[in-house]
C-alpha cells in the first residue's frame, strides 16, 4: 500500500479513537502507535489491521459479482483488510501460467484484480488467498510427477481434484512463481493459503520426490502403513512437520522479496490441536514464525461449545506473543454440524462466537460463501458487531491475560499420546478442567510445556490434565516451579510417556505425586484408550467417611466418622461417595501421603436388585495429595477431568475446580457471584484491568445452535488489583451505566446488573 495511504489510515484508527473512547484512551493508542511507528512512521498493515472480511469466491460468481455493494459491506462492517481469492485452484485473473485453470465464465476479466483495486482505493489491506493444495486434471496430464501418490502408485484425488505433492517442484517452483505474479500484477499487503500443507498425516505419499528426500533424511522406504510404535513411522512424521515449516518459511522468501519485507505469506491455521496434527503444523514453530495469525476456525463444535474459541485466542497468543494479531474466520453461514453454506447462521450463535473470540483477543473476520446469496439475514449479523468493536478496539488488542492457574498442554502430546484418538486420550481430560474452571470461574491459562518456565512467574498453579508425554526438560521446569513454592494438579497418564509415547515403568513426576505405578509393564497406550472409552458403574469413596450421626439411614455397621475432611472435599459433606464410570491407573500411594478418595469397583446396574456393592471399600488411590511443605500438590489417578467433558456430572467439575481453588490459595485475581454459565476473562493492558464476562447460560441449556439470548444477573464482581493501579474509574463498553465501585484494600467490588450477551469492564 501507498505511503500515504497508510498515513491516512493511522490518522482513521488514532482518530476514530479520539472520538469514541475519551482522550486518554487516544492519547495512549496515539503514542503506542507512533512508538512502533519508530523512524519509518508507520505501523506495519499486520499490526494494525483489527477487522478483515472475505466473500469467498465460487466459480459462477465472475458473472454477477456486485462490486459496488460489496465495497459499501466493507464499510457498513467497518472492515480495515479484505481476503480476496487470488490464485491456486482457480486463478481469478488472467494468470500467464496456463495450467493455472480459471473458470470458464471468468473470460479474460481479472476480476481478483478489480477487487484488490477497489479495496485498496478505499483504503483497505488486502491480502491475496491462495488455496495451493489441489489442481484439476490437465495440470496433473501435464506434471505427473508433482503429485501425491499411493502405494500403489494411484494418485491422490479429491473429489474431481489431484493432490499436490509438497515434497514436488510444485511447491519448490510452481507456488512461488505465482506467489510472485500476483504480488507483481496487484501489490496486495500479503498472501494468505487457506490449505497451505498439502496432504495430511492419512494419506501417506509414495511419489519419487517423497521416496527420495525420506531416504535422504532417515536412510529408509517411506512406512507402508501407520504405526506409532515403529521409529521409522515417528521419523516420517517429524520429517514432514519440518518440510512444512520449510514452505512457510520459502513462500515467506518468495513474498518479502517481490513486494517487499512487509508483504507477508501467511498460511491458514486451525484452532484444533488435533486438526494441527493431522495436518503437519507445528503451531509452536508456526507462531515463532509469523507476525499474525490467520486463523481458520469457523464456528463451535456442539461439545467443545462457544468458550473454546476463547481459549483458542488465549493459546495462539501464548505462542504468538500478545501484541500481535489473530483475526478469525467467522462463518456468516451455518457452518459446522450439518453444513449449509448457503443458509444464515442464526444470529445469536454467530455473535457468540465472535464474542467469545473477542473474550480471547481474537479479531473479527466475517466469512461468506460466494459473491451473492439469498439468505439475506447473514448480511445482517456483523455490522453492529464490528461497530462496537471499532467503538471500542483500544481494549481488545494488545494486552496481557491476569490468571495464575495454567493449563499444560503440548503437540506432542496429541501427537505420540493421542495417536489417532486424541479426543478421549488428550483433549477431554484438558477441555473437562477447562469447563470446571469456566463453571467456577477461574480465569486460567493454557501454557505450552515448553513454556512452563517463561510463564511461570505470572502463575500459581500449574494443572497438568493428563499429559502422558513429557519430556526430561519439561518435566524439569515442573520440578523447578514446584521447587520455587508453585503449586501443582496431575491427572490420569501425567509424565507416564517419553517423548516419542514410549511408556516409562514410573511417572517420571513420581517424586511429585508421591505415587508410584505398580504394574511395571500392565500399561499402554491401547489399555488407556480403552478404559478412555469405557464407562462403568463405578464410584468413589470420599475420606474420611462422614455417615454416622448426619442426615439419611443408618448403614450396616459402618465405621464411625473419622475426622474432618480436606478442604478439596468441600460441599460433599452428606455424602460418601461420587458417580464416577471412569478409569483410573494401578497406582501406590507413598506412606504419609493423604487418600482422600478411593476407588469402588463396578457392580450391576441391572437387574436393580443385583444393584448393590460388592466391594464397598478398597485402598485403591484415586486422589491423592503428597505431604509436601512448600507447595500444595495434588495427584489424581482417577480420570475426572475426562469425565467432566464427557458427562458433564456437577459433581465433577465441583472437585476439580475444588482442587484448584486450594492449590491457588488467595492467588485467584477474579470472583463473580450470580447466576449463569458466565465465561470470565481478566486482562490487563498498561494501566487499566480489562474484564469480559460472556453469558453462556444460554449455550448451557440448549442444544446448538443457540437462537435465543437470555440475560443473567444481577452478578457480583470482585476484582483484585495490580501492582501500580489505583482504581479509580469504572467503565462498561457493552451497557454503559453508573455503577458503584467499592475498594477494599487491593479488591475492587462492583455490580453488573443484567448480562444478555456479553459485558466488557474496564477499570483503571
Ligand atoms: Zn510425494
Not at 491516512?8 to 496515539?30: E, H, P
Not at 498453579?461 to 519430556?471: E, G, K, R, S, Y
Not at 513420581?510 to 488407556?528: C, E, M
Request: aromatic letters at 10%.
Amino acid at each position: 500500500m501507498r505511503r500515504t495511504n497508510r498515513r491516512k489510515f493511522l490518522r482513521q484508527i488514532v482518530g476514530a479513537t479520539v472520538a469514541l473512547a475519551g482522550l486518554n484512551a487516544s492519547t495512549d493508542l496515539a503514542g503506542r502507535l507512533e512508538a512502533e511507528a519508530g523512524t519509518a512512521g508507520v505501523v506495519p498493515w499486520y499490526r494494525r489491521t483489527l477487522r478483515w472480511g472475505q466473500t469467498n469466491i465460487t466459480e459462477i460468481d465472475p458473472a454477477g459479482y456486485d462490486i459496488a455493494w460489496w465495497r459499501q459491506h466493507w464499510k457498513r462492517t467497518c472492515v480495515q483488510g479484505v481476503i480476496l481469492n487470488a490464485g491456486g485452484i482457480v486463478a481469478y485473473y488472467p494468470s500467464k501460467y496456463p495450467l493455472h485453470y480459471r473458470p470458464p465464465l471468468l473470460g479474460d476479466r481479472d476480476l481478483y484484480g478489480e477487487l484488490a483495486k477497489a479495496a485498496h482505493d478505499d483504503g483497505l489491506m488486502v491480502f491475496a488467498r491462495m488455496d495451493s493444495n489441489r489442481t484439476h486434471e490437465a495440470f496433473y496430464k501435464a506434471h505427473p510427477d508433482w503429485f501425491a501418490r499411493d502405494a500403489s502408485g494411484k494418485p491422490h484425488r479429491a473429489g474431481e481434484l489431484y493432490v499436490t505433492c509438497v515434497n514436488s517442484p510444485y511447491y519448490d517452483e510452481y507456488i512461488p512463481s505465482v506467489l510472485t505474479e500476483i504480488i507483481e500484477r496487484s501489490h496486495p499487503e500479503g498472501i494468505t493459503d487457506n490449505s497451505w500443507s498439502g496432504p495430511g498425516r492419512d494419506s501417506i505419499c509414495y511419489c519419487e520426490n517423497c521416496t527420495k528426500k525420506f531416504h535422504e533424511r532417515a536412510g529408509e522406504k517411506i512406512p507402508r502403513e501407520k504405526n506409532w510404535d515403529d521409529p521409522v513411522y515417528r521419523e516420517w512424521i517429524e520429517w514432514n512437520y519440518a518440510r512444512r515449516l520449510e514452505i512457510w518459511d520459502a513462500n515467506n522468501r518468495a513474498t518479502k522479496a517481490a513486494g517487499g519485507t512487509d508483504c507477508l505469506w501467511v498460511g491458514m491455521n486451525s484452532g484444533s490441536i488435533g486438526g494441527q496434527c493431522r495436518s503437519f503444523r507445528n503451531l509452536k514453530e508456526i507462531c515463532r514464525r509469523a507476525e499474525i495469525l490467520m486463523l481458520d476456525h469457523q464456528a463451535r463444535s456442539e461439545s467443545s461449545g462457544f468458550q473454546q474459541n476463547g481459549e483458542t485466542g488465549k493459546l495462539i497468543h501464548g505462542l504468538l506473543g500478545w501484541d500481535k494479531l489473530a483475526p478469525e474466520s467467522m462463518a456468516m453461514y451455518q457452518a459446522g454440524q450439518p453444513t449449509f453454506r448457503k443458509a444464515a447462521k442464526p444470529e445469536p450463535e454467530a455473535r457468540l462466537w465472535m464474542l467469545e473470540g473477542f473474550a480471547g483477543t481474537i479479531q473479527p473476520w466475517w466469512h461468506h460463501i460466494g459473491a451473492s446469496g439469498e439468505d439475506r439475514r447473514q448480511y445482517r449479523i456483523v455490522e453492529p458487531i464490528n461497530r462496537w468493536h471499532e467503538a471500542n478496539q483500544e481494549y481488545l488488542v494488545d494486552r496481557e491475560p491476569v490468571a495464575g492457574v495454567g493449563l499444560v498442554w503440548s503437540q506432542q502430546n496429541t501427537d505420540y499420546y493421542g495417536h489417532d484418538n486424541p479426543e478421549e486420550l488428550v483433549e477431554l481430560p484438558f477441555r473437562g478442567m477447562a469447563n470446571a474452571l469456566l463453571r467456577a470461574r477461574i480465569p486460567y491459562l493454557p501454557v505450552h510445556a515448553d513454556h512452563i518456565e517463561r510463564d511461570s512467574p505470572r502463575l500459581s498453579v500449574l494443572v497438568l490434565p493428563n499429559l502422558a508425554v513429557m519430556t526430561e526438560s519439561q518435566c524439569a521446569a515442573v520440578r523447578r516451579f514446584v521447587e520455587r513454592g508453585g503449586n501443582l494438579i496431575a491427572t490420569g497418564q501425567t509424565s507416564l510417556y517419553g517423548p516419542w509415547g514410549e511408556p516409562r515403568t514410573d511417572f517420571a513426576l513420581a517424586d511429585l505425586f508421591a505415587a508410584h505405578v505398580t504394574l511395571a509393564r500392565g500399561h499402554s497406550i491401547q489399555v488407556d484408550l480403552k478404559s478412555a472409552r469405557e464407562t462403568l458403574h463405578s464410584y468413589l469413596r470420599l475420606a474420611p467417611e462422614q455417615s454416622a450421626g448426619v442426615y439419611g439411614p443408618k448403614i450396616g455397621n459402618e465405621p464411625p466418622p473419622a475426622g474432618k475432611r480436606h478442604p478439596i472435599l468441600k460441599g460433599f459433606d452428606e455424602t460418601d461417595i461420587l458417580p464416577f464410570g471412569g478409569s483410573l491407573g494401578s497406582v501406590r500411594a507413598e506412606a504419609g501421603a493423604a487418600v482422600l478418595a478411593t476407588f469402588v469397583p463396578p457392580f450391576p446396574v441391572y437387574p436393580p436388585e443385583s444393584s448393590w456393592m460388592r466391594v464397598p471399600r478398597t485402598d485403591i488411590p484415586a486422589l491423592i495429595i503428597p505431604a509436601n511443605k512448600k507447595s500444595r500438590i495434588a495427584y489424581m489417578p482417577a480420570d475426572l477431568d475426562r469425565r467432566y467433558a464427557r458427562d458433564n456430572f456437577p459433581d465433577h467439575g465441583d472437585l476439580l475446580a475444588n482442587l484448584v481453588r486450594w492449590a491457588a490459595g488467595d492467588t485467584i485475581p477474579l470472583a463473580v457471584r450470580g447466576p449463569g454459565l458466565v465465561d470470565c476473562h481478566l486482562y490487563r493492558q498498561h494501566k487499566r484491568l480489562i474484564l469480559h464476562l460472556v453469558n453462556l447460560t444460554n449455550a448451557g441449556t440448549w442444544r446448538a445452535p443457540v437462537d435465543e439470548l437470555i440475560p443473567v444477573g444481577p452478578l457480583s464482581v470482585e476484582v483484585r488489583t495490580i501492582e501500580g493501579l489505583r482504581v479509580s474509574t469504572m467503565k462498561f463498553l457493552v451497557s454503559p451505566r453508573e455503577s458503584s465501585l467499592t475498594l477494599k484494600k487491593d479488591w475492587v467490588a462492583f455490580q453488573v446488573p443484567s448480562l444478555v450477551d456479553h459485558e466488557v469492564i474496564v477499570l483503571e
